[in-house]
């Protein structure tokens, strides 16, 4: 958790210790009452700088660490006044600094490391490198770790190739069993993971914006939470005008506020019952079902951050006394970071509490009829020996969002996805670059009902030297294509010049032309793709679902691959160029005249190596339909079984049966029989195709 952290500024010394002295050097004893005098002057002196050095180790211990910087500063490098000559102490050597004032075997450069070390913890990562790189020139046998941190904050600042040249020098330097060896081999695949991350074609879809206060006010604003009116609730510091000396002054709170043009409009603080000054108030959820507001207080007990999670009612006011969730928060462990579903159904929330995967963890709890929330279950794989914080799950697309420092990332904590349903995660994936940075990316959020990225949020402190800002991130959508491959049904293969319509749900529709390999492509926006409309010439028109068989994703383009068409060859007659063989009453089987015909039809195929035919059968009206059809089938059937045991290739044929239908004589005459028309239209006609 980030907060501003207050700067106890020591009182300064307004006059010379000795210019309020006017003592005569006339005796002996007057000189040595001077000295004794001076010599306790400069005890009280050097009293005074012991007195900061510890203040300084008291404010580190408390994590008050830009206060103990600037205090082992003020150790460090004390301004030296110009002291005029009339009043230039007899023992002047004594006012040098002491390394004897450090504390008994407390070096400079043991002082220099600690204020590195506060800087860097207070997020100051300039002024922590500067310092880390100091003490490990000037002692690199006692301070070679002072390389590898220096490696940390040169990666934080963005200054890649001199991480990898620092943690390159400690390791070559470091034991077997340094204890900060896996940290640099770690933080190398982090440099590795960064320099891929920033290289990625996509990077260009996104846009992340920082968002600013309309007041112009320095403070931090994070962890955002939508509402349905348009408002949201944020976290922010108020200042404590009546703060002690000492103490720290700012305090975290809730604020209501509006975003309007990427900036907080009309900030006002949302008051709290019973809540005291050094308590801190932050990171809220509402439950949209009942209106129940979750939050996490927190306060300093010594040298620890302590937090759980409350409950409380909206007033006229603000807030009621919050009521704190015993089934959430166990004693002697900490929650935070609550999170309410979109349904009211159940309460994320971050926790080192007992049964965890290593520190903080995700877990999450039901929330019974009456408001109740029951015992917490860990939310499983998703959690790593590290910390996992800030649970937010957008529903519109299944995904649960949280930050964890556990897995590979760009270093400091990462923000993560993970699709699936409660209790159900798959396994988390990095959001990359440029969602995530080289510092700590946290508390994300979006509109539950628009896409994950229209109107989505996050917290980072990568663009200030301390605390976490609020940043609206969106992504354009990448451009999606749907192919595919139109076939003979027959034969199998591509067809050319096929003439494909793509019709989605909305009704509208995108028409393409299969090119010489059989292949389509749409650009589609979304994948409300319903059926596909596929026409040639000489083809049965069809018609067919979308049915996606591969999605190949990529950088900037999706490429759905929708199943085969497959389309067949239909008859058409053409009187110029058809031969008409006849059958007998209820038979299929070939007559010699149509024997004759056919072997005619054989030497054109001959002579035609790419002539194809295409047979139709025909029966006269007696007999069912269903009969008739089956008898006609037959019949073109016999004919294309000729051709083909002469060596004639099967996919040069066609038959279509087409029963009695389109007779070509009359069957009755005046009410009687005409056999003769009759056997007439017992036929099949073969229809010869000459291709140039």
């Known amino acids: 958790m980030r907060t501003n952290e207050s700067l106890q ?16 050097l006339q005796k002996p004893m007057s000189r040595l009452l001077l000295f004794v005098f001076a010599a306790t002057a400069v005890q009280s002196s050097f009293a005074q700088v012991d007195k900061r050095l510890a203040d300084a180790d ?36 004594r006012h040098r600094q002491s390394t004897g004032m450090m504390g008994k075997g407390v070096t400079k450069n043991d002082l220099l490391f600690k204020q590195a070390e506060c800087f860097r913890l207070a997020n100051y990562w300039q002024e922590a490198a500067a310092r880390y790189k100091e003490v490990a020139e000037k002692d690199p046998a006692n301070y070679s770790k002072g390389l590898y941190w220096y490696a940390v904050c040169q990666r934080s600042l963005g200054n890649y190739n001199d991480a990898e040249e620092s943690l390159n020098k400690f390791l070559a330097a470091a034991t077997a069993n340094d204890q900060l060896r896996p940290a640099a081999e770690k933080e190398l695949q982090t440099l590795k993971y960064i320099k891929s991350q920033l290289v990625r074609p996509d990077t260009v879809l996104y846009n992340v914006k920082k968002l600013s206060l309309s007041s112009g006010s320095g403070k931090g604003v994070y962890a955002p939470l939508m509402m349905k009116d348009g408002q949201l609730i944020v976290t922010s510091t108020v200042t404590d005008t009546a703060a002690k000396e000492g103490i720290n002054p700012y ?29 801190n108030i932050g990171t809220a959820s509402v439950n949209p079902v009942s209106g129940v507001v979750y939050f996490t207080q927190w306060k300093k007990e010594g040298d620890k951050s302590v937090s759980a999670i409350y409950a409380a009612t909206k007033t006229a006011d603000g807030l009621s006394l919050p009521v704190l969730l015993s089934s959430v928060n166990q004693t002697g462990y900490n929650s935070k970071q609550p999170f309410c579903t979109a349904d009211g159904k159940y309460l994320f929330f971050a926790s080192d509490r007992q049964g965890g995967a290593g520190k903080f963890d995700i877990w999450f709890a039901a929330i019974n009829a009456d408001g109740s929330i029951a015992e917490a279950k860990n939310a499983g794989a998703i959690n790593t020996e590290a910390d996992e914080q800030a649970p937010f799950i957008h529903t519109k697309s299944n995904t649960l969002v949280f930050s964890s420092n556990g897995r590979e990332g ?45 109107n989505a949020l996050l917290s980072s402190d990568r663009g200030s030297e301390c605390c976490l800002e609020t940043y609206a991130v969106t992504k354009a959508a990448k451009k999606k294509f749907l192919t595919g491959v139109v076939y003979d049904l027959k034969d199998n293969t591509p067809l050319s010049n096929a003439e494909v319509l793509l019709k989605n749900k909305n009704g509208k529709t995108w028409k393409q032309t299969t090119d010489a390999n059989g292949h389509y492509t749409f650009e589609v926006l979304d994948e409300n793709n319903e059926q596909i409309t596929t026409t040639k010439e000489l083809y049965k028109e069809n018609t067919t679902a979308v049915t996606i068989e591969k999605t190949n994703e990529g950088w900037l383009e999706d490429v759905l691959t ?34 004759n015909k056919l ?30 059809k089956i008898l006609s089938d037959k019949r073109a059937k016999a004919c294309a079984d000729y051709l083909i045991g002469k060596g004639i290739d099967a996919g040069r044929i066609t038959f279509e049966s087409f029963g009695a239908c389109c007779p070509v004589e009359m069957e009755l005459i005046n009410g009687r029989d005409n056999a003769e028309g009759r056997s007439k239209n017992r036929r099949a006609l073969i229809n010869i195709d000459k291709k140039e």
């Open 599 to 628: 072997d005619s039809i054989y030497n054109v195929l001959v002579e035609n190596p790419t002539a194809t035919i295409q047979i139709s059968g025909y029966t006269d009206g007696r007999g069912t339909e269903e009969y008739n």
């Open 251 to 279: 305090h975290n709170r809730l604020f209501t506020t509006k975003l309007s043009n990427g900036v907080f409009q009309n900030e006002e603080e949302l008051k709290v019952q019973g809540v005291d000054a050094a308590t």
């Open 58 to 93: 008291k404010s580190f211990a408390a994590g008050d660490y830009y206060t103990a910087a600037k205090l082992y500063e003020q150790f460090l490098h004390p301004v030296v006044k110009q002291i005029e000559p009339a009043n230039l102490p007899i023992n002047a050597r």
């Open 562 to 595: 929708n199943a085969p068409i497959y389309i067949e060859k239909k008859l058409v007659i053409k009187v110029e160029n058809v031969v008409t063989v006849y059958f007998d009453f209820d038979k299929s089987n070939l007559k010699e005249p149509a024997v």
């Open 9 to 24: 500024k020591p009182t300064k010394m307004k006059t010379n210790i000795f210019s309020s002295v006017k003592i005569k």
């Open 410 to 454: 760009m270093g400091g904590f990462d923000l993560f996805m993970s699709k699936g349903s409660i209790g159900e995660w798959k396994t988390p994936q990095n959001m990359g670059y440029p969602v995530n940075s080289t510092r700590d990316d946290i508390y994300f959020t979006a509109d539950q009902e628009t896409a994950f990225y229209k």
